[in-house]
């Protein structure tokens, strides 16, 4: 009785050992790829097998691809594809149910070297999800799988589910760390090349008019104490018009910080004056069509604004279009604008942030703005198609 106690005993630590080494990689291992290893490394050990393999499911779900394995040469490791539903692997990651084979098993996948005599197939499930399988076979009569083998590859396969799970969440977010930190390094160069371009444009425009300004006024003042009311008063009307020019030309810097029209008026009326300037401009006509949206925030509504702007603006500049079209569309989960027209188009390919000054934010930074907010924009062009530009921004990101 005491030495069936132990035996049993002896068998249930045989089977938690590997299942806590396991559960210590989750907590210890976050690398995908060295996880796998470790995973095929464990199951080969405890099942005795001659060769492990770790498939996963690809993004669309259709297919298996080996991720790591012992005892498989490379180019069979990087090249065996099985669909799911087809061959043992395929079935079991479509049926969600672990097979026991015993006896000769005939593979059809490219994965087979040489003939198996036992091998056993465990789905890797997460929340009722396949997201990959574990084979392990053997080569040799002796010493085949028992159900106890598939038993302890069953738990391990649910455990290693769990860390792959947690493998992946945690490139995830790496990658969306690396993402973010690339947009905000692009938005802070864009914005300190934005405060660039206003200081010499200020500097070009208005500082020289208004020191234009002040000489006519110091000449009015000399010809007023010379007793020339009539030459001194032109030199007055000149540094009135000079300063009228500097008034006007501050009034459109400032627009193009933050457009009044945005926050007295509404984005639909906004880009409205916007196209109706670009109208009266160039002559060429721009529809206008779909449904102001309805509770955006202001950085919502800048983005929208931008991006129509900086189109428009690449259009009067660039494209020699005849036509322009322009759709604003909103629903439950997300904005999208659409700025299309019929002019030269350009090559998209030889265009990247890094050969493209962001001059008022051009549309490959906002590109940048827009992912910060969940959504994307898209440019869509080639030599003498015309261009398309689509904004989305899902709104369940309205929160800025």
């Given at each position: 009785?005491?030495?069936?106690?132990?035996?049993?005993?002896?068998?249930?630590?045989?089977?938690?050992?590997?299942?806590?080494?396991?559960?210590?990689?989750?907590?210890?291992?976050?690398k995908?790829?060295?996880?796998?290893n470790?995973?095929?490394?464990?199951?080969?050990?405890?099942?005795?097998?001659?060769?492990?393999?770790l498939?996963?499911?690809?993004?669309?779900?259709?297919e298996?691809?080996?991720?790591?394995?012992?005892g498989?040469?490379?180019?069979?490791?990087?090249?065996?594809?099985?669909?799911?539903?087809?061959?043992?692997?395929?079935?079991?990651?479509?049926?969600?149910?672990?097979?026991?084979?015993?006896?000769?098993?005939?593979?059809?996948?490219?994965?087979?070297?040489?003939?198996?005599?036992?091998?056993?197939?465990?789905?890797?499930?997460?929340?009722?999800?396949?997201?990959?399988?574990?084979?392990?076979?053997?080569?040799?009569?002796?010493?085949?799988?028992?159900?106890?083998?598939?038993?302890?590859?069953?738990?391990?396969?649910?455990?290693?589910?769990?860390?792959?799970?947690?493998?992946?969440?945690?490139?995830?977010?790496e990658?969306?760390?690396?993402?973010?930190?690339?947009?905000?390094?692009?938005?802070?160069?864009?914005?300190?090349?934005?405060?660039?371009?206003i200081?010499?444009?200020?500097?070009?425009?208005?500082?020289?008019?208004?020191?234009?300004?002040?000489?006519?006024?110091?000449?009015?003042?000399?010809?007023?104490?010379?007793?020339?009311?009539?030459?001194?008063?032109?030199?007055?009307?000149?540094?009135?018009?000079?300063?009228?020019?500097?008034?006007?030309?501050?009034?459109?810097?400032?627009?193009?910080?933050?457009?009044?029209?945005?926050?007295?008026?509404?984005?639909?009326?906004?880009?409205?004056?916007?196209?109706?300037?670009?109208?009266?401009?160039?002559?060429?006509?721009?529809?206008?069509?779909?449904?102001?949206?309805?509770?955006?925030?202001?950085?919502?509504?800048?983005?929208?604004?931008?991006?129509?702007?900086?189109?428009?603006n690449?259009?009067?500049?660039?494209?020699?279009?005849?036509?322009?079209?322009?759709?604003?569309?909103?629903?439950?989960?997300?904005?999208?604008?659409?700025?299309?027209?019929?002019?030269?188009?350009?090559?998209?390919a030889?265009?990247?942030?890094?050969?493209?000054?962001?001059?008022?934010?051009?549309?490959?930074?906002?590109?940048?703005?827009?992912?910060?907010?969940?959504?994307?924009?898209?440019?869509?062009?080639?030599?003498?198609?015309?261009?398309?530009?689509?904004?989305?921004?899902p709104?369940?990101?309205?929160?800025?």
């Amino acid at each position: 009785m005491v030495k069936q106690e132990v035996t049993t005993e002896s068998l249930r630590l045989k089977t938690l050992l590997p299942l806590f080494e396991v559960s210590s990689a989750i907590v210890s291992e976050v690398k995908l790829d060295r996880l796998l290893n470790l995973i095929v490394q464990v199951v080969n050990r405890e099942t005795r097998a001659d060769r492990v393999s770790l498939m996963l499911t690809d993004r669309s779900g259709r297919e298996l691809t080996i991720r790591a394995a012992v005892g498989l040469p490379e180019d069979i490791m990087h090249s065996a594809v099985e669909r799911i539903g087809e061959g043992i692997a395929g079935s079991v990651a479509q049926t969600g149910k672990p097979l026991l084979l015993q006896g000769t098993v005939k593979r059809d996948d490219r994965a087979s070297t040489g003939e198996v005599r036992s091998a056993l197939c465990v789905p890797l499930m997460v929340r009722g999800r396949v997201i990959g399988v574990i084979n392990s076979s053997k080569t040799s009569e002796h010493n085949p799988f028992t159900e106890s083998d598939l038993e302890l590859l069953s738990i391990l396969a649910s455990q290693a589910a769990i860390a792959i799970e947690n493998a992946r969440l945690f490139r995830s977010v790496e990658d969306q760390q690396a993402r973010l930190e690339q947009l905000l390094r692009q938005l802070l160069k864009a914005q300190e090349e934005e405060r660039e371009r206003i200081s010499a444009e200020v500097h070009d425009s208005v500082a020289q008019w208004m020191v234009s300004a002040s000489y006519y006024t110091q000449s009015a003042d000399a010809l007023i104490a010379e007793s020339q009311p009539d030459q001194a008063r032109r030199e007055l009307e000149n540094a009135t018009r000079i300063i009228g020019q500097s008034v006007k030309e501050l009034r459109r810097i400032i627009a193009d910080l933050y457009p009044p029209a945005l926050s007295e008026l509404g984005l639909w009326e906004a880009l409205r004056q916007n196209i109706d300037c670009f109208e009266r401009e160039t002559s060429v006509p721009c529809s206008f069509e779909g449904k102001a949206p309805l509770g955006l925030s202001p950085a919502h509504e800048i983005v929208v604004y931008r991006v129509v702007q900086e189109a428009l603006n690449n259009i009067r500049k660039h494209a020699c279009a005849s036509q322009v079209g322009i759709i604003l569309n909103s629903c439950a989960d997300q904005v999208s604008i659409e700025i299309r027209d019929d002019g030269k188009g350009f090559d998209v390919a030889s265009v990247t942030v890094e050969t493209v000054a962001p001059t008022k934010m051009g549309l490959l930074t906002m590109k940048g703005r827009a992912e910060m907010l969940g959504g994307d924009l898209s440019i869509e062009t080639s030599e003498g198609a015309g261009t398309r530009v689509l904004l989305t921004i899902p709104l369940s990101a309205n929160r800025l």
